[in-house]
C-alpha cells in the first residue's frame, strides 16, 4: 500500500502562483509514476501532468502547458505542482496519484485525498 498525502492549496487571485506538494509513505520505492488530476465542481476528473519515475520525462494537459511545472524528489518521496498565472479556470480540488505511465485516472491505483485551490477574478 501507498499512501499520498497532498499539502499547499489555497485561495488566491488570478495571475498569483501557488506550489502543491505530495507526501508519499509505505511501500514507495520510486518506481511509480506519479501525476496530478483535478476536479472542478460538476466536471470529471481531469489529468494535469505526470511525471516518470525517474523525473525525465513530463507530460503535461494543454490547459496547463506553460504554466504548471511538475517536479519530485524521490529521497524525499515527493512530488509537486508548481503553479504560475493561475486562473479562475483552474479553480478544483487537485489529487495527487501514483501508478502507471498513463494520462487516464483508471491507470493510476493510489490517490490522495485532494486539496482545494480556488482562484479568484
Known amino acids: 500500500q501507498v499512501q499520498l498525502v497532498e499539502t499547499g492549496g489555497g485561495l488566491v487571485q488570478a495571475g498569483d502562483s501557488l506550489k502543491l506538494s505530495c507526501a508519499s509513505s509505505?511501500?514507495?520505492?520510486?518506481?511509480?509514476?506519479k501525476a496530478w488530476f483535478r476536479q472542478a465542481p460538476g466536471k470529471e476528473r481531469e489529468f494535469v501532468a505526470r511525471?516518470?519515475?525517474?523525473?525525465?520525462?513530463?507530460r503535461y494537459s494543454d490547459s496547463v502547458m506553460g504554466r504548471f511545472t511538475i517536479s519530485r524528489d524521490n529521497a524525499k518521496n515527493s512530488v509537486f505542482l508548481q503553479m504560475n498565472s493561475l486562473k479562475p479556470d483552474d479553480t478544483a480540488v487537485y489529487y495527487c496519484?501514483?501508478?502507471?505511465?498513463?494520462?487516464?485516472?483508471?491507470?493510476?491505483?493510489?490517490w490522495g485525498q485532494g486539496t482545494q485551490v480556488t482562484v479568484s477574478s
Open positions: 496519484a501514483a501508478g502507471t505511465w498513463s494520462r487516464a485516472a483508471k491507470d493510476f491505483k493510489y
Open positions: 511525471i516518470s519515475p525517474n523525473g525525465s520525462t513530463l
Open positions: 509505505g511501500r514507495d520505492f520510486g518506481d511509480f509514476t
